[in-house]
């Protein structure tokens, strides 16, 4: 299958860049000069991921991922931050606005086809782990779905982004062990050199926050020092 990606980027001659690069990468590719456009190619068609520039005329990037994660037709996009700004404060904005991952310019080619490569795995589960189960949550690979039972009213489900639904799978599938951040970089997002640790604070950070709603929150457990871990059994607050 051909992925479809969307660019979302005025300035046009990095516009082509990535064009061109991902084209020769065999993927398919729109683009977008601002936020409006780009709306407005999603309804007819969502893509498999987004590259989204961070200052754009209107409406910028942050805004406009926030706008995404909060809409369910397009909470599960992945999207890969474009920007030039570098500070760690500003990596995590992007982070925290809803981006998967973040490139910063100038950046090499190379490196941006081996994030939108690593993204877009991301959307295929970890390994075929069968039903898992943990407390109250529920986790279907085979319909990528994700639900909270309780004995006192329907299942409930939980929409993730395509990361945290990873990091949700393989604590399921590894329950009651501590995970350290390189240990789950290494597991969830895979042999990619270019992500830091303090990408998996946010990204549980978002994970959380995705299953507060539901009480389930509190079986995410830090470890401080260690990592983290899912437990059966949280510790009551």
């Not at 992007?94 to 981006?99: E, F, P, T, V």
């Not at 299953?211 to 020092?225: F, K, Q, S």
């Amino acid at each position: 299958m051909t992925h479809h990606i969307l660019i979302v980027e005025d300035e046009p001659s990095i516009a082509e860049l990535i064009a061109i690069n991902l084209s020769h990468a065999g993927y398919e590719v729109e683009r977008a000069m601002q936020t409006d456009i780009a709306f407005a190619l999603m309804k007819d068609r969502l893509p498999n991921l987004l590259i989204l520039d961070w200052m754009l005329p209107g409406k910028s990037g942050v805004q406009f991922a926030k706008e995404l994660r909060a809409n369910d037709r397009t909470r599960g996009l992945p999207i890969l931050m474009l920007t030039a700004k570098s500070e760690e404060s500003d990596k995590v904005l992007g982070l925290d606005s809803g981006a998967d991952d973040y490139v910063t310019k100038p950046f090499s080619p190379k490196e941006l086809i081996a994030r939108v490569k690593a993204l877009l795995r991301r959307q295929t589960p970890i390994e075929d782990t069968g039903p898992l189960s943990v407390g109250p949550l529920k986790l279907d690979p085979s319909s990528h779905r994700v639900f909270a039972i309780s004995s006192n009213i329907d299942p409930q489900p939980i929409s993730l982004g395509p990361t945290e639904y990873r990091l949700l799978q393989f604590f399921m599938a590894n329950p009651e062990r501590v995970h350290s951040r390189t240990g789950l970089l290494d597991n969830v997002w895979g042999n990619e050199v270019y992500i830091e640790e303090r990408t998996v604070d946010v990204h549980i950070k978002r994970l959380r926050a995705a299953l507060a709603p539901l009480d389930c929150d509190r079986y995410i457990e830090t470890v401080r020092g260690s990592g983290y871990r899912i437990t059966k059994t949280p510790t009551q607050t």
